[in-house]
């Protein structure tokens, strides 16, 4: 290096110079148009895209990006029957409407959709605070009907602080404890007082999770490891596989970031449901005897298997529910 006042500071200066005539004709070539529009700098900042979009909202279903659908709250708006048949993949017609089970799809309205909606059940989702995904496809449910079921906690259209789940929008989750340490989660429907209970899933994914929290709350045999199938096979077991607890009483299926529901890949047909009497309502009249529980035919997860129901599916025999 030379002393100062050599030629090195001219040469520093007339690359100054240089640089600022270049950033000088970098930004004339990228003026905003007149119109208003905005293009980039090469120098800004470029947002990449969000993981999780915002949802591309349908008819039934709030579609998500790169990821599977997500229902949305309209699907949840139908009575209770359907929607109890809905969650298992069956009763779609055109569009994923639900239809009722009896009623013939006419033809070519599969061939408009392009594709089978009415064979896609629906996956239960649980969003854990550390970013874990616990999945499990629903199997078994139960339907209430209301004011006039004798087995429904809304029966006599009666209202309280505990079953308000039941009178809001169709996707509200209705969460309450039983026996003072089990909880069961049910998701109202179209109806005053009506909601679906869910009482059973096959489990997808995250299942070493839901083993760990089952352990947790176990009170007998907490030694044994459960099989897969135990996860889950009852509206408790799910809920404890889930961590689903009073908290989530009342919030909305279709919004919430925590739990959700999201349809399955199509299958190859329609999934034969069975349709049973309702589990532990004796208590109920003639009321417990009515075929409101619906199940999928020869699955291993369900909690309770009606054989002489299954029989009567076999023979064709009409279930009663229909007439409802």
Known sequence: MGPPGSRAPLGQLSRRMGQKKQRLLTAKRHQAPPDGAQISSSKEPRMAPPMTPGPQRSIYF??????????????????????????????????????????????????????????RHSVLVRHLGDGTELRGRIVETEAYLGPEDQAAHSRGGRQTPRNRGMFMRPGTLYVYLIY????????????????????????????????????????????????????????????????????????????DEAVWLERGPSGSGEPAVVAAARVGIGHAGEWAQKPLRFYIQGSPWVSVVDRAAER?????????????
């Open 312 to 324: 009567d599916a076999q023979a064709g025999h009409r279930p009663a529910h229909e007439e409802f």
């Open 62 to 119: 709030s579609s998500l990006k790169g990821h599977p659908a997500r229902l949305g709250s309209e699907f949840f708006d139908q009575p209770a029957v359907p929607l109890a048949r809905a969650f298992l993949g069956q009763g779609r017609g055109p569009g994923g409407v639900p239809r009722a089970v009896s009623s013939a799809v006419r033809p070519g309205d599969e061939a408009q959709e392009g594709r089978t909606l009415r064979t």
């Open 180 to 255: 003072g340490m089990y909880f069961c989660m049910n998701v109202s429907s179209r109806g005053d007082g009506a909601c679906v209970l869910l009482r059973a899933l096959e489990p997808l994914g995250g299942l070493e999770v839901m083993r760990q929290l089952r352990h947790t709350v176990r009170k007998g045999a907490a030694s044994r490891a459960l099989k897969d199938r135990e996860l889950c096979s009852g509206p408790s077991k799910l809920c404890q596989a889930l961590a689903i607890d009073k908290s989530f009483d009342q919030r909305d299926l279709a919004t």
